[in-house]
């Protein structure tokens, strides 16, 4: 009996440790996704090395066919990994790896039932679940060049929640580009109804119908207020491309408010000519000029 009551104590002696090895058998969330990314940079790196070594087009385009790793493919279980974690840190960076530009396709949305992508999904989890983390600042300035609507409802979920003054200048700064954007299609489609035919692929027709019809004094207007926000409230944080958000602004609004277009009065321009008298554009007023901008670095 001493025997089977030592044995039995010795057995619940070993028991946290073996609790505690079941534990490190499972990895981590951080340890999942640095796993999918060392899958998708590996098959990356034999893609690139069988491409460089391909010694015709026909044996290139065979290994793309091939050997491309799809994004596409991995973004499921990059979504698996948030939603099974939505707390964990990883998830946030596996949400943002499946919205990258370099990972993700965007698709206009023209037939109802068309499935949600990964990427929208996404986007999706990021507005319910992560709207307030410190890891969006990329993903944002990203999202500038971005033409959908889930993009522009995580953007200004984050420019108004997110306490982080740096993400949420770039979520500004991101819903000012796409303005900018959205201003200038809108003339473009105005002047010349053809090109937006040809945009219906890839924005989809309600998309381009809506920026025929809209009103560039409107959009315009959007943009300014998004950047006069930047230059309020800000100035001092550092731009993407160097410099401070404030000088960023800055040149955009002046370039918002005097825009160079038919019909409209050319911006005042100031310089010395190549004997270094001083001139002035408006100096010219009313005759034919040619400007012939041009540098060398």
């Known amino acids: 009996m001493f025997r089977i009551a030592s044995g039995f104590l010795a057995l619940l002696a070993l028991l946290p440790a073996l609790r505690a090895s079941d534990k ?37 385009q065979k290994v793309f066919r091939e ?20 707390k964990a840190p990883a998830a946030v960076d596996a949400l943002v790896w499946v919205v990258s530009p370099q990972n993700s396709v965007v698709t206009p949305r023209s037939a109802k039932n068309e499935p949600e992508s990964p990427r929208t999904k996404a986007l999706k989890i990021l507005l319910r679940d992560h709207v307030q983390s410190d890891k969006l600042a990329d993903l944002c300035r990203n999202l500038g ?15 108004e929640k997110n306490k982080h003054r740096p993400v949420q200048a770039q979520a500004c700064l991101a819903l000012a580009q796409q303005a900018e954007n959205h201003l200038r299609l ?51 944080v550092p731009a993407p491309r ?40 408006s100096d010219y007023r009313g005759k034919v000029v040619l400007l012939d901008f041009w540098g060398n670095w």
């Open 67 to 86: 050997k491309y790793p799809q994004p596409d493919k991995l973004a499921p279980r990059f979504l698996e990994l948030a939603e099974k974690n939505p």
């Open 24 to 60: 490190t058998d499972t990895p981590t969330p951080e340890q999942q996704y640095q796993a999918l990314l060392k899958e998708y940079n590996k098959a990356m790196e034999e893609f690139r090395k069988a491409y460089s070594e391909a010694k015709t087009q026909e044996d290139r």
């Open 186 to 236: 809108a003339r473009q489609f105005k002047n010349d109804p053809h090109l937006a035919k040809r945009y219906e692929g890839f924005m989809g027709k309600e998309a381009v119908a809506k920026l025929v019809k809209a009103d560039p004094d409107k959009l315009s207007k959007e943009a300014e207020n998004l950047y006069d926000r930047i230059a309020k409230d800000f100035a001092n």
């Open 145 to 159: 060049r971005a033409d959908d609507e889930e993009s522009r409802q995580l953007l200004r979920a984050v420019l």
């Open 242 to 281: 160097g410099g401070m958000m404030g000088k960023v602004a800055e040149q955009k609004l002046e370039a918002l408010r005097h825009p160079i277009l038919v019909g409209k009065p050319a911006p005042e321009i100031a310089g010395e000519d190549i004997d270094g008298a001083k001139f002035k554009l």
